[in-house]
């Protein structure tokens, strides 16, 4: 059983910064992908980064391609979201969730319940 649990979120001030972290269980790692995918209210749940356990292969939305910065640490089977820059479109809910490397919410079948993240303007 595969287990994924986020942390980190909060409020912050647009233009500044916060880092997720992911803690993930119960899987062999390497041939798997983590991903950050957010959910704002009223709005579907959408991509933002991923990479893999074992090259550290990495994709990102075009969004927040320059901003974020997705990073893992295969021996604390942790994923990190290093958010910068941040804005008021960016408040969401944060889910990261184990499986393949993709932008789908199809290519993940384990997903953690989630954190929020408010950026103020």
């Known amino acids: 059983q595969v287990h994924v649990v986020e942390s980190g979120g909060g409020l912050v001030q647009a233009g500044g910064s916060l880092r997720l972290s992911c803690a993930s269980s119960g899987r062999t790692f390497s041939n798997y992908a983590m991903g950050w995918f957010r959910q704002a209210p009223g709005k579907e749940r959408e991509f933002v980064a991923a990479i893999t356990w074992t090259f550290g292969t990495t994709e990102y939305a075009d969004s927040v391609k320059g901003r974020f910065t997705i990073s893992r640490d295969n021996v604390k089977n942790m994923v990190y979201l290093e958010m910068n820059s941040l804005k008021p479109e960016d408040t969401a809910t944060y889910f990261c969730?184990?499986?393949?490397?993709?932008?789908?919410?199809?290519?993940?079948?384990?997903w953690g319940q989630g954190t929020q993240v408010i950026v103020s303007s």
């Open positions: 969730a184990s499986g393949r490397l993709g932008k789908d919410r199809r290519d993940y079948d384990a």
